[in-house]
């Protein structure tokens, strides 16, 4: 399965190389530059058990923020097109 994630810090990381751990493709993001990199060089500024292991052989596919376009959710009965480009650029999400 072909799971995202919209910020890899010090939660979304770790949460995502478990997943990716377990055989599924991770796709992801992050607003900050440092943490790209870090993710890039497979290099870690913060202690989680385990996540420096599963980082040096992680497969995770970094996306930048300008090619996340949309995400839709559904409130109720209504679908609601969010453009998350322009939202994170600004930091409004």
């Known amino acids: 399965m072909k799971i ?17 751990s377990k ?5 992801g993001t992050d607003i ?12 870690l500024n913060y202690m989680e058990k385990g996540a420096e292991e599963l980082l040096a052989k992680s497969n995770i596919q ?3 923020i300008d090619k996340i376009v949309q995400l839709f959710v559904q409130r ?11 939202h994170l650029k600004n930091r409004q999400l």
């Open 32 to 43: 900050n530059d440092t943490t790209l990199r870090n993710i890039r060089f497979k290099t």
């Open 62 to 64: 970094i996306k930048n």
């Open 23 to 27: 055989g599924h493709q991770v796709i």
């Open 76 to 86: 109720s009965r209504h679908l609601h097109r969010i453009n998350l480009s322009q």
């Open 4 to 20: 995202g994630f919209i910020g890899l810090g010090k939660l979304g990381l770790p949460v995502a190389l478990a997943i990716e």
